[in-house]
């Protein structure tokens, strides 16, 4: 059996040196196999940043990616999808829903959805015409206030019961993801393991890639 999941990147919540900020994905890219990069920016209280703030970040990290061969992906915002050309959006339960993303983007662009831990919300994912949908939050993590807590029995579950990818998201880190590696997530969406790693995004990447091999 193939147990393989691939690395989906979340950016850090807040890319106060974009120019530093390219050379570190730059670097976890030159490192091993990822397969998409989110680019989430917050305010430190959670709240949207402005959209400049997103056009600007989009127009120097959507080439690097483009080049890469690795999706990019704009958190929460179907419209500025459309206007970067980014490869498509994630959307959580008080986001814009699949649907009306689906409907802005058209079937070539990729939908995500945040599901929880819930059977229930991917299943309408699902059925709304996600292209994936995300479960977590599976550890304890300081990039978002989370009050939803993810098994790896769900993932098993939904691998065995679906074809629908899955991405499994929260605090994962090299130390601690194989056992959702093994429970077949087909994606680990991680942040701050990647950007504060002490040895810097590559050693992360490639610390990754041996949990992931090894699991
Ligand atoms: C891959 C992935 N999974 C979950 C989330 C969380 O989305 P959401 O619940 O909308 O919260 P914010 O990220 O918008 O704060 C995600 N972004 N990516
Ligand atoms: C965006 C998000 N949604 C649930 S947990 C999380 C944060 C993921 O970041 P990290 O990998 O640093 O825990
Ligand atoms: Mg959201």
């Known amino acids: ?18 120019a530093a900020f390219a050379e570190a994905f730059k670097a976890a890219l030159g490192a091993g196999d990822v397969a998409s990069l989110q680019l989430r920016l917050k305010s430190a209280d959670g709240s949207a940043v402005p959209d400049d703030d997103v056009l600007y970040a989009a127009e120097a990290l959507m080439p690097i990616a483009q080049k890469n061969e690795v999706a990019f992906i704009i958190n929460d ?3 500025l999808v459309l206007k970067t050309g980014a490869d498509g959006v994630h959307v959580g339960q008080s ?8 409907a ?10 945040t599901c929880h831990d ?24 300081k990039t978002k206030e989370t009050k ?3 098994e790896t029995s769900l993932l098993e579950w939904w691998s065995y019961a679906t074809t629908l990818p899955s991405v499994a998201i929260g605090g994962i880190t090299p130390e ?8 077949g997530a087909d994606f680990l969406a991680v942040s701050s393991a990647v950007w504060d790693h002490p040895e810097g995004p590559a050693a992360a990447i490639k610390a990754f890639e041996k949990s992931i091999s090894e699991a």
């Not at 802005?104 to 959805?113: F, K, P, R, Y």
């Not at 819930?118 to 304890?140: I, R, T």
């Open 176 to 183: 601690n993801c194989r056992p959702i590696v093994r429970a």
């Open 148 to 150: 939803f807590k993810a």
């Open 77 to 79: 915002r179907p419209d």
């Open 95 to 102: 986001d814009a829903s699949c649907k009306k993303a689906r």
């Open 104 to 113: 802005i983007l058209g079937d070539d662009a990729t939908v995500g959805v």
């Open 118 to 141: 819930s059977k229930h919300l991917a299943l309408v994912a699902g059925e709304e015409g996600a292209d994936y949908v995300a479960f977590g939050a599976f550890f304890p993590t």
């Open 1 to 18: 059996m193939h147990l393989d999941s691939r690395l989906y990147l979340i950016s850090p919540p807040q890319v106060p040196d974009l």
